[in-house]
């Protein structure tokens, strides 16, 4: 829908928000983009009373705070997420968790969700372990939960769901990991519970520009589930080579679905569909 009194966006303006969303988070926007990054982002524009994307690019190039920039990044990119997203990859870890502890002599699992958006990737690696491991409380767990938007990651620090984000939550896991409470307006939300949420560290980190350097041979399993999607070829490869540096012998890596790791051969075998292990 056209805002009134609010002009198209020019092909410059939009290079504009091209390059500046490549060299600053890594998201490669196509060009055939612009009419999507112009309906998504008119009501920002309407909101803050702008006229033109020129201005709005102005705007948030000069907001300090962080916030406009995760306005952005929500235009073109989404923050969706859910518990126990991609059943069969939990099947999966299901099946191989003993294998895995098996190998862990030290008894030390590190874990890294490496775009975690509000937190229910991290917390459905939290409570996947704490539900499957029995001798849990003689094993040092740590998950990472990382993304580059410190407002998503601030929902998942916070770590209250609606009843509409519960879906894919088995009851007897809502029972045990999980608080009812009343929120101000009267609606039921669910805190995640202490011992759950002690496992996780979170952190923002860009999974473009950051450094690894800290990380190095560190991960027994990383997710980076629907991020890489965003990402041109080059960078998908470079920071699958990160992940490869990164993960311990024979560690794994899960991606989304519609992802896959077709450049980095010699550094990851397929073990299931959108499951990677390090060679
Ligand atoms: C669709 S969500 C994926 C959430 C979760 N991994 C899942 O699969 O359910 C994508 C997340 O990637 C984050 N993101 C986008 N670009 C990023 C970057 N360069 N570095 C780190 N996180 C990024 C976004 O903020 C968003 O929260």
Redesign the pocket.
């Known amino acids: 829908m056209p805002v009134a009194g609010l002009r198209d966006i020019s092909k410059d303006e939009f290079k504009l928000f091209q390059d500046y969303v490549y060299k600053n988070?890594?998201?490669s926007l196509a060009d055939h983009k612009i009419t999507l990054v112009q309906g998504r982002l008119a009501k920002r524009l309407r909101a803050l009373g702008l006229n033109s994307y020129r201005e709005y690019y102005d705007y948030m190039i000069a907001d300090r705070s962080g916030e406009e920039e995760y306005q952005l990044?929500s235009a073109i990119?989404?923050?969706?997420?859910?518990f126990f997203?991609e059943s069969a990859q939990w099947d999966f870890l299901n099946e191989e968790l003993p294998n895995i502890l098996a190998r862990k002599t030290d008894k030390k699992l590190r874990i890294w969700?490496a775009?975690?958006?509000s937190g229910?990737?991290p917390y459905s690696i939290a409570i996947f372990l704490h539900s499957h491991i029995r001798d849990f409380s003689q094993w040092d767990i740590n998950i990472l939960a990382?993304?580059?938007?410190k407002r998503?990651l601030a929902k998942a620090q916070n770590g209250v769901y609606e009843e509409k984000d519960m879906q894919g939550v088995p009851r007897a896991l809502i029972a045990q990991y999980f608080t009812a409470r009343k929120d101000a307006a009267g609606e039921t939300v669910y805190h995640i519970t202490d011992p759950v949420k002690r496992l996780i560290t979170f952190r923002m980190?860009?999974?473009?520009y950051d450094s690894f350097h800290s990380f190095y041979s560190h991960f027994d399993i990383i997710?980076c589930?629907?991020?890489m999607i965003?990402f041109d070829a080059q960078t998908q490869q470079r920071l699958i080579s990160s992940y490869h540096k990164v993960l311990s012998n024979r560690g794994l890596l899960f991606v989304?679905h519609s992802e896959s790791l077709t450049r980095n051969k010699e550094e990851f075998k397929l073990v299931k569909p959108s499951i990677y292990q390090k060679i």
């Not at 990382?146 to 938007?149: G, K, P």
């Open positions: 988070v890594g998201i990044i990119s989404t923050n969706v997420t859910q997203r969700s775009a975690c958006s229910e990737e990382s993304d580059i938007s998503v980190f860009n999974l473009v997710f589930r629907n991020v965003y989304g």
